[in-house]
């Protein structure tokens, strides 16, 4: 019987094509430098594949930030916000910038962060802070001096900022607040 298992086993992985890429050639790289004893190395290529799937996941993350509305044009930035969130504990982010002539504003998903955890108490509170909040479809964005702030699913938090209110929530309404929930599950 466990023979059986072991060659049905063996022929499922053979007919399963192996897929190299940057992570597993990483990985790999990092188990060969431990089973040759230069734990300093495989500790380098731990932390570059680490690196390698943070990447990933802002990939994952940029695909949420919304469409731009009728006469906006979207930018995808790069930004500093991940390498700042490494220094607080860790996450993921990403951001974009929506222009229409002289008008720009940003919107910003941040996820799986320590720091962001602290948010939902102020958000649970923001009646008692003074603060309005303003639904964007089932979801809760406090609106405090300009900026739209909402915590999706406890951990991610979600960000417009630097125009009209109304044309940030018309936005905001267009993402998939659902699907990002699953956002790294």
Same mark, same amino acid.
């Given at each position: 019987?466990?023979?059986?298992?072991?060659?049905?086993?063996?022929?499922?992985?053979?007919?399963?094509?192996m897929?190299?890429?940057?992570?597993?050639?990483?990985?790999?790289?990092?188990?060969?430098?431990?089973?040759?004893?230069?734990?300093?190395?495989?500790?380098?290529?731990?932390?570059?594949?680490?690196?390698?799937?943070?990447?990933?996941?802002?990939?994952?993350?940029?695909?949420?930030?919304?469409?731009?509305?009728?006469?906006?044009?979207?930018?995808?930035?790069?930004?500093?916000?991940?390498? +700042?969130?490494?220094? %607080?504990?860790?996450?993921?982010?990403?951001?974009?910038?929506?222009?229409?002539?002289?008008?720009?504003?940003?919107?910003?998903?941040?996820?799986? #962060?320590?720091?962001?955890?602290?948010?939902?108490g102020?958000? #649970? #509170?923001?009646?008692?802070?003074?603060?309005?909040?303003?639904?964007?479809?089932?979801?809760?964005?406090?609106y405090?001096? +300009?900026?739209?702030?909402?915590?999706?699913?406890?951990?991610? %938090?979600?960000?417009? #900022?630097?125009?009209?209110?109304?044309?940030?929530?018309?936005?905001?309404?267009?993402?998939?607040?659902?699907?990002?929930?699953?956002?790294?599950?």
């Open positions: 019987m466990f023979r059986t298992s072991l060659i049905a086993a063996a022929i499922a992985l053979a007919a399963t094509p897929m190299a890429d940057d992570v597993t050639d990483t990985l790999s790289s990092a188990m060969q430098a431990y089973e040759d004893g230069d734990i300093d190395y495989a500790i380098e290529e731990l932390d570059y594949a680490k690196q390698l799937l943070k990447a990933m996941g802002v990939e994952r993350l940029e695909n949420f930030l919304p469409a731009p509305l009728d006469g906006w044009e979207r930018e995808v930035v790069a930004s500093d916000m991940n390498a +700042g969130m490494a220094l %607080l504990g860790g996450g993921v982010g990403a951001e974009a910038k929506y222009t229409k002539g002289d008008e720009t504003f940003s919107v910003s998903i941040m996820a799986d #962060s320590p720091m962001i955890a602290m948010f939902g102020m958000l #649970s #509170s923001a009646g008692l802070l003074g603060m309005r909040l303003e639904r964007v479809g089932r979801e809760k964005f406090l405090d001096d +300009g900026d739209l702030t909402g915590l999706i699913d406890n951990r991610i %938090l979600v960000q417009a #900022s630097g125009t009209d209110k109304q044309v940030m929530i018309d936005t905001l309404a267009q993402m998939d607040f659902k699907a990002l929930e699953d956002f790294g599950d």
